[in-house]
């Protein structure tokens, strides 16, 4: 964590107040990475239908807003695409090894050293310069296909 920015720290549930505790703790897991795709849809929306606008009378403050939306879009893709990996923390852990918790050993194994796991791969992504996690390329198809599909050109 740097400057207090960083590293998420997961909403906290009790499993015994759901009430169908094997599909809700995916959905709650799924919630956060679907908002993302959802910001970055109705952002490219936004920008798809102001981008007429912006064209007849081009200048400085139109040039930001439409810089800022595309960040937007493209964090909220790569937000959403980042936490389906299937490492612990991320949500896409919880997806994919929800069903192991009839067997604690193994459950608890896996998410003890998830989260150093993760930490590893990114640090060793930075050294060597290299994407351990190539999800760069789907984020750009999910940020450029949508702006396409919703006929921003």
Do not use: C
Not at 89 to 111: R, W
Not at 124 to 140: A, C, D, H, Q, R
């Amino acid at each position: 964590m740097i400057a207090g920015f960083g590293w998420a720290k997961p909403v906290q549930f009790n499993e015994q107040n759901l009430r169908n505790p094997r599909t809700d703790v995916i959905k709650i897991a799924l919630a956060g990475p679907l908002s993302n795709a959802l910001t970055a849809m109705i952002l490219s929306l936004v920008l798809a239908f102001t981008a007429p606008f912006f064209a007849s009378g081009f200048n400085n403050v139109i040039s930001i807003v439409t810089e800022i939306l595309f960040y937007a879009i493209y964090i909220n893709w790569g937000l959403f695409v980042f936490n389906l990996i299937p490492l612990p923390p991320l949500d896409g852990s919880h997806v994919l090894f929800h069903p192991l918790k009839k067997f604690p050993a193994i459950y608890n194994s896996i998410y003890k050293y998830g989260s150093l796991l993760l930490f590893g791969i990114i640090i060793l992504s930075v050294i060597t310069k290299s994407s351990l996690i190539p999800i760069g390329n789907l984020i750009e198809f999910l940020g450029k296909g949508f702006l396409h599909l919703v006929g921003y050109r």
